[in-house]
């Protein structure tokens, strides 16, 4: 961690970064929504990206715990799929399992293509994990909050194929 800046508990930037770089990247993120149980998540969402326009954002990211793939939601995905610039899932623990949906239903009704990815944008290498794998054996929890091994090797490799700093977003 010498010569490094800590952003959050999850992003590690050399601290030279600013001064070599000197980014502009704007993000909107947004996390915990869950329009499945707080009454007014079409508002939230709807002021949200409205804000993300006026403030001419990079991307926006949604960090999990969203909307489950029922009918019901349908007009709260349209307005975060109508978004025109760049937008971003990660997988949270109440956006399937919990509520009887399985990973691949949520992901398709969201458009997302794949469960963990990268991408580089500012300068800057992202990576999206998803922290809903199984747990290991010996754990009795509610609910599954855990990278499992698959996971792991792709992030090793996907770290190692980097040059750029990373910030990794997970939902748990």
Do not use: C
């Not at 609910?143 to 748990?172: A, M």
């Amino acid at each position: 961690l010498k010569n490094s800046i800590i952003l959050s508990s999850s992003a590690l930037l050399p601290t030279d970064f600013f001064q070599k770089n000197k980014p502009n990247l704007k993000v909107g993120i947004i996390a915990d929504v869950h329009q499945d149980i707080i009454f007014d998540g079409t508002k939230r969402i709807k002021k949200f990206l409205k804000d993300a326009n006026k403030f001419n954002v990079d991307f926006v990211i949604q960090l999990g715990d969203f909307a489950l793939p029922r009918k019901v939601n349908q007009k709260f995905i349209n307005t975060w799929n109508n978004y025109k610039g760049k937008k971003y899932h990660v997988l949270g623990n109440h956006d399937m399992v919990d509520f009887g949906f399985k990973k691949d239903q949520t992901m398709n009704w969201w458009g997302m293509k794949k469960r963990y990815y990268s991408f580089d944008k500012g300068g800057i290498h992202f990576i999206i994990l998803d922290g809903n794998d199984k747990n290991p054996g010996d754990w009795k929890e509610y609910y599954y909050r855990y990278i499992g091994n698959e996971q792991k090797n792709w992030l090793e490799n996907d770290l190692r194929n980097t040059n750029l700093p990373v910030i990794i977003f997970s939902h748990q």
